[in-house]
């Protein structure tokens, strides 16, 4: 079985330009998360996913950042215009819809850095 | 708010020697714990969680973790570090406690280094 897998596992752009991410989650998988780690620091939630429906969307930073998820499978976040401060590694995390000792699956992260 | 706090950055231990890895939590009404690692190059690894029971918690690599509640701890440990553990561990905890919408909330990261 796949686990979640994202794309690209890295990426440099310059400041101002546009990045989107990609997220596949395990097949099946209704919930689906982004976490962002900036160096150093925790890793911090940004939103959640339950199906197409945005769940949580507390932890996003601002409104340069856009996440969707069409039809409930893959998901993408999208930075634009991007800033220096965007920079950190972008974990997505799927799980099943159970209780509170389901397990999260999380992918490789992407290294997103901008110059 | 739920959270979690490792206080050590790093932590550096011989093979073949005990390791611990620090966690406290904080968190209102029951706390569902987990630990999670990072090996270069790769995503986070779910290794063993907290929700009910034993007190000493088994997981995956020999690992395992002892939940104190009058210390409001969650440490991770190891009988016998192999330089293979060598990685970025988190703690984790779950914000909600009755719903699997919850998300999981992780502490800053401790780096284990294992020298031969």
């Known amino acids: 079985e796949a686990g979640v897998t994202q794309f690209p596992s890295h990426s440099v752009i310059e400041k101002g330009q546009t990045v989107t991410l990609r997220c596949d989650p395990i097949s099946g998988h209704d919930n689906l998360y982004w976490y962002r780690r900036v160096m150093g620091k925790e890793i911090k939630f940004l939103l959640h996913f339950v199906k197409e429906s945005k769940q949580d969307e507390s932890g996003m930073p601002n409104n340069r950042f856009l996440a969707e998820r069409t039809g409930g499978t893959y998901s993408t976040l999208k930075v634009q215009p991007a800033e220096l401060e965007d920079s950190g590694v972008y974990f997505c995390?799927?799980?099943?819809?159970?209780?509170?000792?389901?397990?999260?699956?999380f992918g490789q992260g992407t290294r997103l850095t901008v110059v | 708010a739920q959270s979690v706090a490792q206080p050590e950055d790093q932590v550096n231990v011989a093979e073949g020697n005990p390791l611990t890895v620090k966690c406290t939590y904080s968190?209102?009404?029951?706390?569902?714990l987990f630990w999670y690692v990072q090996y270069p190059n790769r995503g986070l690894q779910f290794l063993l969680k907290?929700?009910?029971?034993?007190?000493l918690v088994k997981g995956s690599y020999g690992f395992e973790a002892e939940f104190n509640k009058s210390q409001t701890s969650f440490h991770l440990k190891k009988p016998s570090a192999l330089v293979s553990d060598s990685a970025l561990y988190f703690c984790a905890v779950r914000d909600k406690a009755y719903s699997s919408a919850s998300k999981i909330i992780f502490g800053s990261g401790t780096r284990l280094s294992i020298r031969p």
């Open positions: 995390a799927s799980s099943t819809l159970g209780g509170v000792d389901t397990e999260a699956f």
């Open positions: 907290y929700i009910t029971g034993d007190n």
């Open positions: 968190v209102s009404g029951n706390p569902y």
